[in-house]
């Protein structure tokens, strides 16, 4: 989904006070699913990353065929998705029950962040953390945006050196002029319009120039959805995946979850570690670790020193005691960790997880196969239309 102006991309976790379903639902197979539905998944991303790509190189033909030769890379559609092994995804205890391999090495990794953290002794355990910030950031944003993230080049893409003047006259050609002037007032163009008490007057309007040709070129039309929460719409050429009940894949998670997370928590108790609780199915590992002292914050001030957790305890390393935080992070990942093991939180939550995201994607299997072949005519259009 291409959302024009303001977009947002949100997960929605949310965990109902009552059950949504009467009785126990009978197991499915998951082996008898996985591999179809994630080919269902995968088939997904292809289309929206091709898209991403036929879409880009129309305008930029467009935009070059005005004179403009250096882009916005930001102005191109770009999907945070890439092909997955599996369509599970990661399981929500995942966050705070690492692979012991990686609770026994680097903890959480959350001690990375610390100032003078690239210059502990054992420098291959550094470079362990690079990697794993790097795998999670790529996850996010794609590899090249996460490489560029991690680089110690700070220099900007070419377009950004360009006179403000010019800069303007590039997004007047991609949005129009209307457009250009309430996404980039800054440089230069007429301004936004205020009210009597001189605030900005929102209204994201919708876009012409280029952008508008290819959105009409491929897809139709220009759609707008209502932002009741802004008080404006949203302008969308691309339709979105289907999207299924979040709120019920929570519940059905939450609900076979329940027991097996009093028995991890007793036996972290039996550890010594008495005083955490689960709130949406999650251990808040990294506040703790914050309200602990691990904080490199800004404003460290503002962290929470009560939550979720046990009481932090007063041998504590200090902020400059990075291999200190190793240790502390170490100790408190494998505890979680063998506890997970232990007391079956682990195998009750896996088993969880396959079912509640099996009945979420075959909720949505036959509206799905429907938008991939919708997205297939797109795709054909704006090759046709790049080939001609």
Wanted: contains cysteine.
């Amino acid at each position: 989904m291409l959302r024009i102006g303001i977009a947002a991309l949100s997960v929605l976790v949310l965990t109902a006070g009552c059950s949504w379903f009467e009785g126990e639902e009978e197991d499915l197979d998951f082996g008898a699913y996985e591999g179809r539905l994630t080919d269902m998944y995968n088939e997904t991303v292809r289309l929206n990353l091709e898209l991403d790509e036929a879409e880009t190189r129309l305008l930029e033909d467009c935009m070059e065929a005005q004179g403009f030769t250096v882009h916005d890379p930001a102005r191109f559609p770009q999907t945070p998705m890439t092909a997955q092994e599996s369509f599970l995804g990661e399981a929500p205890y995942e966050w705070f029950m690492v692979p012991m391999e990686q609770a026994e090495r680097g903890g959480y990794w959350h001690w990375g962040g610390l100032d003078g953290a690239e210059d502990i002794e054992d420098q291959e355990l550094y470079a362990e953390y690079q990697a794993w910030q790097f795998a999670m950031m790529a996850e996010m944003m794609g590899e090249e945006e996460a490489a560029a993230f991690q680089s110690d080049d700070t220099t900007l893409d070419e377009f950004y050196y360009l006179p403000e003047e010019d800069q303007y006259a590039w997004y007047v050609a991609y949005g129009g002029d209307t457009w250009a002037t309430y996404q980039y007032p800054e440089l230069g163009g007429p301004g936004r319009k205020t009210d009597a008490s001189g605030e900005d007057v929102s209204t994201n309007p919708p876009p012409e120039g280029c952008l508008l040709d290819m959105i009409e070129a491929v897809y139709g039309e220009l759609r707008s959805e209502p932002n009741e929460e802004e008080g404006w719409n949203d302008w969308i050429s691309r339709p979105a995946p289907p999207n299924g009940d979040w709120e019920a894949l929570d519940e059905r998670y939450a609900e076979r979850t329940a027991e097996a997370e009093g028995d991890l928590l007793d036996c972290l108790a039996d550890r010594g570690r008495a005083g955490w609780e689960f709130r949406d199915e999650n251990l808040a590992v990294v506040e703790y670790l914050m309200a602990a002292g691990e904080d490199n914050s800004p404003n460290p001030e503002d962290t929470a020193v009560t939550g979720p957790w046990p009481e932090v305890p007063d041998d504590v390393p200090d902020l400059a005691d990075v291999e200190g935080w190793i240790e502390f992070e170490r100790d408190l990942a494998v505890d979680i960790t063998e506890c997970g093991e232990e007391s079956g939180f682990r195998e009750a939550a896996d088993r969880a997880w396959e079912q509640a995201r099996l009945r979420y994607y075959l909720d949505i299997e036959d509206d799905t196969y429907a938008w991939q072949e919708e997205m297939r005519g797109y795709l054909a259009k704006a090759q046709e239309l790049i080939g001609g």
